[in-house]
């Protein structure tokens, strides 16, 4: 059944628009996803390094340090935390890690096409 998708696909227009946007559908969720988890990351490790913002804990907020300094810090890892879930649910609930596996090769392809006889014979096959 797959050569017969695989088929009306190259034959198909509007099917071949349709999956086209619907696989960068998910490739914008993957990358959504794992920028998300770097921001929540980045986040964790500003909190741990930088001191936190005495002046709003206090003034502002009428918290104490350390309790303002774990809401964050639990905030950060659960955000990290679920991030970390939701690509792992895109991954494999979507077929990204193969269309852009296949993106690669056919780039590789065209790259190897490009290089000169010399270049290309110093290439063990």
Known sequence: MRRDYEHHFSECDHC????????????S??????LACFFFLFALAVLIHVKPLEHVAFNLLGLDISSMYQMLVSAAVAGVCFSAIGLLLVCTTTPVPSYLGGIAAERA???????????KSLRPR
Request: charged residues 30%.
């Open 16 to 27: 071949r628009a349709r999956q086209k946007f619907h696989r960068s559908l998910d490739v």
């Open 109 to 119: 392809r065209l790259i190897e096409e490009r290089l000169p006889a010399a270049i």
């Open 29 to 34: 969720l993957a990358v959504l996803t794992s």
